[in-house]
C-alpha cells in the first residue's frame, strides 16, 4: 500500500468515527464499542481490497463481505453510503420506523447488503455457501467474512470452519474483529477461548495476525491470505473496542449504550471535532 493511500483510507476512519458519533448521539441508540473496533478492517475491505461497487453489486463476479458481528451495523452503513449504495444524509434516519438502515443489516431492504446478520454465528456459514457456491462455478471472486470475538462462543462457527477446511476453501477469508471485550465483559471473563490462533489451526486454518487499526497491515494480511491456496485463511485482527475514544476503549458497557450529550462532546473533541 502507497504511504497515499494509507493517508486516504486514514482520513476516511476519522471521518466514519466522527460520523458514527454524530449519529448515535442523535438517535441515541446503537452500538458504538464494536463499531469504532471494525472500522479500519471494513474501510480497508470495502475501499481497498473488495471489487464490490453500487455498479457492479447484481454481477455475480463481485466480492462479497459479510458483516457476520451485524451489530456493528452502523459503520457498515458509513462505508456503503461512502461508496454510494445509498446518500449520507440517510444515516440520519437510522434505527427508526420505516428507515432502510436497520440496527442490524438486512440484505432485503438496504442496497449492499450481501446478508441480514443479528443472531452472532448466522452470517459465517452463509458467507462460507457463497465462497463455495463461487468456487464450484468457477467465479473469480473472494468472500470476506467479518466475525466478533463474543461471536465465537457460537457453536456453528466452529462447524463452519470444520467444512471451510474440508472443501479447501480458498476464496474465503475470515477477519475476526479481536478486541477482547463482548457484550458482558471481556471474552476471558465470558467465555475463556484458549489460545484462539492456536484454535483455528487446529480447524485447518491459515492463521495470519495483525494490528486491525493500521490499514496497511490489514491490506498486507489480506495478500497473504490470497497466496495461500488449499485452505482457508483466518486474519486475527487485534483491535480496541471503542477505539479513538479514551473512555470508550476496552469498555463493555459502551458495546450498546447510548451517547449522551456530555459524552458526544468529550468524543468529539478526541476525535477533532464535526466534520
Known sequence: MTNEKKQELDALCLKFRRKLIE??????????????????????????????SPENIEDRSRDKIVLC?????????????????????????????????QGHPCSKDTPGVEVSTGPLGLGYPI???????DMQDQVDAYTYAVLGDGE?????????????????????ITILDWNGVQLDGTTDDVMPMGDVELKFKAFGYNTIVCDGHDVAAISAAVACAKSVKGIPSIILAKTVKGKGISFMEGKNTWHGAPVKDEHYETAMKELGGAQ
Not at 438517535?27 to 463499531?35: L, N, V, Y
Not at 457460537?154 to 474465503?172: H, I, P, Q, S, Y
Request: a negative charge; charged letters at 20%.
Open 23 to 52: 449519529t448515535l448521539h442523535s438517535i441515541q441508540t446503537g452500538h458504538p464499542g464494536g463499531s469504532l473496533s471494525v472500522c479500519e478492517i471494513l474501510t480497508t475491505l470495502y475501499f481497498n481490497e473488495a471489487n464490490i
Open 69 to 101: 458481528k451485524g451489530h456493528a451495523a452502523p459503520m457498515l452503513y458509513l462505508n456503503l453510503a461512502e461508496k454510494g449504495f445509498f446518500p449520507m444524509e440517510e444515516m440520519k434516519t437510522l434505527r427508526q420506523i420505516d428507515s432502510r438502515l
Open 127 to 133: 458467507a462460507l455457501g457463497m465462497a463455495l457456491s
Open 152 to 172: 465465537i462462543n457460537e457453536g456453528v462457527v466452529w462447524e463452519t470452519c470444520m467444512n471451510a477446511a474440508k472443501f479447501k476453501t480458498d476464496r474465503l
